[in-house]
């Protein structure tokens, strides 16, 4: 075969490989497309190749520009999520073995692979992780352990109707379909519970499994580091799932006419602030097992959580809950940075997830349009404030927190 042939044939390959990379990252792309534009051009350095890519939050257009024509082009389309966070590992694994040498074709086997591996964990250990992130999460809620049992209890539920509608045309409807069976089951069988503290507080930490606070903050980061029309478009879809779970429980309150379980109190602390700290242990399990996390990432997932709650509990006390979120926020950014910059540890997004839903963006503003939708206006008010004030203020912590490490940062 001539020279040219194998060098062509070498180089379609390697394109090959870069449109691989550029699928399996778009679908771990819920927290924004930053990682997914970096693998595609690592690869395309390691390769000696050069294409261009136009990323949107769901599709993503790759074109071999290596040989100064544009007729090589490949569209990549990809419902965004966080769900198969294996996928993302067993993708950053490649990508080092590419770098070191790895031929094109191996590459691509590699990826497809990858793509095609079967979920982590059985359909019995997600649900029973969904049940044991919201018990984890519902004391960062309402500190008592009635709603942290009841948590578990919908929580369980919640799992169950995560596999029932993954892969299947119903699933866009899950936020909402979620929303009001579990707050159908807090007025009438928790009605004590949900009497007492609202409904919103009971069902949220069940449903927040949905919530697309990451999302929302992810979107804040893509407009802040000149992404527009990505930000744009995943603010706006974030935006709608927050209105699609908000539309489930309020028509959920309306049609057993229990419209004043909207009404939002916020009791006092009954559980020690170190039941409060440990109760993240549990949600670090939950979310791997959710979210199809290999167990060894559980010595990164626990610390970096537990810290980030640490963190944003003693700087609010000194300086309020914004500069909480600032502090906590700078740390998570830069410890994901540093660490997912080493060939051998989890990807940045592994490190910040947890972190993410520790900062509970988008559970503030579920409450506060809950709230004012009942007609409390107080609570509502100052729920939908404070969201809109923790949505930038999250994205302007992770962005120093970048900014600060990006020196010692290897395009991990």
Not at 3 to 10: C, D, F, H, K, Q
Not at 184 to 203: F, H, K, P
Request: aromatic letters at 6%.
């Amino acid at each position: 075969m001539p020279v040219e042939s194998n060098l062509a044939e070498s180089h379609g390959s390697a394109f090959d490989v870069a449109v691989r990379v550029a699928r399996l990252g778009l679908e771990s792309s819920g927290e924004g497309v930053e990682t997914m534009e970096r693998y595609v051009a690592r690869v395309a350095r390691a390769y000696g190749v050069a294409v261009e890519t136009v990323v949107l939050p769901e599709s993503v257009i790759i074109t071999d520009v290596s040989s100064g024509e544009t007729d090589r082009v490949s569209v990549v389309r990809a419902t965004p999520g966080v769900f198969r966070l294996d996928q993302l590992v067993g993708l950053k694994e490649v990508l080092g073995e590419v770098e070191l040498g790895l031929p094109a074709e191996a590459a691509c086997s590699r990826l497809d692979a990858v793509h095609a591996a079967p979920r982590l964990w059985p359909w019995w250990a997600r649900v029973a992780g969904v049940a044991l992130f919201a018990a984890g999460f519902a004391p960062s809620v309402v500190a008592s352990w009635g709603e942290v049992g009841a948590a578990a209890i919908l929580g369980l539920l919640m799992g169950v109707l995560l596999i029932a509608c993954e892969g299947r045309s119903v699933e866009p409807l899950l936020p909402f379909l979620a929303a009001f069976l579990l707050t159908l089951i807090g007025v009438t069988v928790l009605s004590g519970l949900s009497a007492r503290n609202g409904i919103t507080m009971l069902v949220l930490p069940a449903l927040f499994i949905t919530v697309p606070g990451d999302t929302l903050s992810a979107a804040a980061a893509e407009l802040l580091g000149g992404r527009i029309t990505t930000g744009a478009i995943r603010l706006v879809s974030a935006f709608f799932v927050l209105a699609l779970i908000v539309v489930g429980i309020v028509g959920a309150t309306q049609v057993t006419g229990h419209g004043d379980a909207l009404f939002e109190t916020l009791p006092e602390p009954r559980l020690s602030f170190w039941v409060l700290m440990l109760a993240w242990v549990p949600f670090a399990v939950g979310l791997a097992l959710a979210f199809n996390a290999p167990a060894e990432l559980l010595v990164w997932l626990i610390p970096s959580v537990i810290g980030t709650f640490l963190l944003q509990q003693g700087a609010t006390r000194v300086g309020g809950a914004v500069f909480g979120t600032l502090v906590a926020g700078v740390a998570l950014g830069a410890f994901a940075n540093l660490v997912g910059a080493r060939p051998r540890r989890p990807p940045r997004l592994v490190l910040l997830l947890g972190g993410f839903f520790v900062l509970t963006v988008g559970g503030v503003g579920v409450r506060g349009v809950t709230a004012l939708v009942g007609g409390d206006v107080v609570s509502g008010v100052q729920d939908v404030v404070q969201f809109g004030l923790q949505v930038p203020t999250v994205a302007i912590a992770m962005g120093i927190g970048v900014a600060l490490t990006n020196r010692s940062r290897r395009d991990g």
